[in-house]
């Protein structure tokens, strides 16, 4: 089994950035694909971005390109997702997820590990 842990949300103004993190434990992080979600309220999860076991391989969805940056430390278990120049529509509760095989996807059921969530609410 592998535990994620998020933290790093929280209440911003519009233009603002804000860096998430998520902490795996318990088997080989580095192995995984680790990917990134949120789910704005009332309406289902989406993807957001996603990142290859080596790092070099990096996905995003196109409403975030140019202002999200997801990168990984492996040596300390831990994804990040940079957002900038945030904007009221990125409100959402954001999760981290990972995926037991080297290659990436966008779809939720991809996925096999999800941490429990952090909140982010950027305000005009």
């Known amino acids: 089994q592998v535990q994620l842990v998020e933290s790093g949300g929280g209440s911003v103004q519009a233009g603002s950035s804000l860096r998430l993190s998520c902490v795996a434990s318990g088997r080989t992080f580095s192995s995984y694909c680790m990917g990134w979600f949120r789910q704005p309220p009332g309406t289902e999860r989406e993807f957001v971005a996603a990142?290859?076991?080596?790092?070099?391989?990096?996905y995003y969805a196109d409403s975030v390109k140019g202002r999200f940056t997801i990168s990984r430390d492996n040596a300390k278990n831990t994804v990040y997702l940079q957002m900038n120049s945030l904007k009221p529509e990125d409100t959402a509760v954001y999760y981290c997820?990972?995926?037991?095989?080297?290659?990436?996807?966008?779809?939720?059921?991809?996925?096999?590990?999800w941490g429990q969530g952090t909140q982010v609410t950027v305000s005009s």
């Open positions: 990142n290859s076991w080596s790092g070099r391989s990096t």
């Open positions: 997820a990972g995926r037991q095989t080297i290659y990436c996807g966008t779809r939720t059921d991809q996925y096999d590990y």
